[in-house]
């Protein structure tokens, strides 16, 4: 799985830190589904740490939360499975590092990925965050 974040170690608490873009081909082909997997492997101390992982469907304008991992003061890994294939036939209002704890918005998957992170408390002891993405099939 290519990875969005790669073993970002997490001290000190830090606000909406934004990682590397990923661009997923061409920019006007998006994937059919995407399989996120966060990671975070515990040293020590801490409180909260939460990363959102987000796309862009206008090149990087505009960014929006696809899935939030939430993290606390244990090792874990989470998985979501996202596809573009599943209608969204009501208005999303698109959110910037806000999607709720644990969640996904299923259905919007664009071009372009990334991954916007909060942490809370002061971790210790090499903690640090992964978040990899697998996407399948693409659109032209």
Not at 67 to 81: D, E, K, P, S, Y
């Amino acid at each position: 799985m290519p990875a969005l974040l790669n073993n970002v170690v997490i001290t000190a608490p830090v606000t909406t830190v934004v990682g590397p873009v990923l661009q997923v081909r061409a920019p006007t082909a998006v994937p059919f589904n995407a399989v996120l997997q966060g990671m975070l492997a515990y040293g020590s101390g801490g409180t909260t740490i939460d990363a959102w992982v987000q796309t862009s469907l206008d090149g990087g304008g505009t960014w929006t939360d696809i899935a939030n991992f939430h993290f606390t003061t244990a090792v874990a890994r989470f998985i979501f499975n996202l596809s573009s294939l599943t209608p969204v036939t009501t208005q999303y209002t698109p959110t910037d590092g806000t999607l709720a704890a644990n969640t996904a918005k299923d259905g919007i998957l664009g071009s372009q990925y990334r991954v916007k992170y909060t942490s809370t408390g002061t971790y210790a002891g090499n903690t640090q965050l992964s978040v990899d993405i697998e996407t399948t099939g693409l659109t032209a």
